[in-house]
């Protein structure tokens, strides 16, 4: 399985960004897939994810909720980070996430991370 995320860059604060990830390979039964992300001297977080094809959980952090938008395309295999009024806080490199298998198959998958950088 492999990850292909594209979208990142520099920003002012106030400003918009676009983040996707297309997931390609033997992948066998989504769980799960969206965007971490891991600033300087902090640990990787959750930003947002979305579940497989037919629910409808999204799941969102705290610190985005209003100003992110995941959404995705079942067909492709692909999800979208939409990213307004980003802060300077929001900097980072975004890691796209895939979970995936049955049982005691379930595994996780990770992008090679795209630089949201966020000026003030």
């Known amino acids: 399985v492999q990850l292909q995320a594209s979208g990142g860059g520099l920003v002012q604060a106030g400003g918009s960004l676009r983040l996707s990830c297309a997931a390609s390979g033997r992948i066998v039964g989504i769980n799960r897939m969206g965007w971490y992300r891991q600033a300087p001297g902090k640990q990787r977080e959750l930003v947002a994810t979305a579940p497989g094809t037919g629910a409808t959980n999204y799941e969102y952090a705290d610190s985005v909720k209003g100003r992110f938008t995941l959404s995705k395309d079942n067909a492709k295999n692909t999800v979208y980070l939409q990213m307004n009024s980003l802060k300077p806080e929001d900097t980072a490199v975004y890691y796209c996430?895939?979970?995936?298998?049955?049982?005691?198959?379930?595994?996780?998958?990770w992008g090679q991370g795209t630089l949201v950088t966020v000026s003030s």
């Open positions: 996430y895939l979970n995936a298998g049955w049982s005691a198959l379930r595994s996780d998958y």
